[in-house]
């Protein structure tokens, strides 16, 4: 049984304060994953650290930089994250170990991800939680664009035949116009008077974009908050489901 869990940028970091991680809820989220589901690679947003960054240097997962400063800068603020996630990981008794996609994966001219997962399997196999996270990204034609971590969990997801997909975030679920959780999705067209339509343009991120490539997978996939990040790890239907 393979999972992949996003901790979202806005669960393991104050996202108004630069470069501060979330203390109680990173140790939270540590406790729940020292009792998870066997094979489980864990991915984490940016937050107040990735995003920061990204915006001083004009980068985004369109817009590129050819400076390497700039590169850098956002990569540098993502292994700080990603240091602090993966020792509150192994604090807690997890077998957290870090992955930097910067150096793995790249994007073609068309803006496609190729993102190799032979070495992340090899660490699964060996017992490891490998620990990605959103970075910047080598990109064909514009120097390095943002590459986020919902991008990961998708290509991840497919590239490890993941059996859960699992996206925990700060809102409970995919909400309804009366701000309810809705329980199943299977279809975009549900939702999609909630989420702006099948139009939006939230290619960086939004709920509509999120549902729209989390349907696209074999593996069913669960939208929650940290309340509900332990029941997904146990295996119960918490949030939304998209399947
Ligand atoms: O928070 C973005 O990842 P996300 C990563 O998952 C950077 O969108 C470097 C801004």
């Known amino acids: 049984m393979t999972t992949v869990l996003k901790l979202g940028g806005s669960v393991v970091t104050r996202k ?3 470069e501060t991680v979330d203390e109680t809820n990173l140790e939270r989220a540590a406790a729940a994953l020292a009792d998870g589901p066997g094979d489980l690679v864990v991915v984490h947003g940016g937050g107040s650290f990735g995003h920061h960054h990204a915006s ?6 369109t817009e590129g930089t050819h400076e390497a400063v700039g590169v ?3 990569h540098g603020a993502m292994k700080r994250l990603n240091d602090a996630v993966v020792a509150a990981l ?34 699964l196999d060996e017992g490891f939680v490998p620990v990605l996270h959103g970075d910047v990204v080598v ?17 991840l997801a497919g590239s490890l035949d ?30 999609a008077d909630y989420l702006g339509g099948s139009e939006a343009t939230d290619v960086t991120g939004g ?3 999120k549902v729209r490539e989390l349907l696209a997978l074999d593996a069913p996939a669960q939208v929650f908050d940290l309340d509900g990040l332990a029941g997904f790890l146990d295996g119960a239907d918490t949030g939304t489901v998209i399947d």
């Open 72 to 74: 850098t800068d956002i």
């Open 162 to 191: 993941a059996d859960r997909v699992g996206l925990c975030s700060d809102v409970p679920g995919v909400l309804d116009d009366e701000g309810t959780v809705v329980p199943r999705i299977e279809r975009f067209e549900d939702v």
């Open 16 to 18: 108004d304060e630069p």
């Open 139 to 155: 990109h064909a034609g514009r120097g390095a664009t943002i590459l986020s971590g919902d991008e990961l969990v998708v290509s």
């Open 90 to 123: 192994q604090r807690a008794g997890v077998p957290a170990v870090p992955v930097h996609p910067f150096s793995l994966a790249w994007r073609d001219a068309d803006g496609t991800l190729h993102l190799p997962a032979d070495s992340v399997r090899a660490m």
């Open 56 to 61: 001083e240097h004009g980068v985004s997962t």
């Open 207 to 209: 709920m509509a974009a």
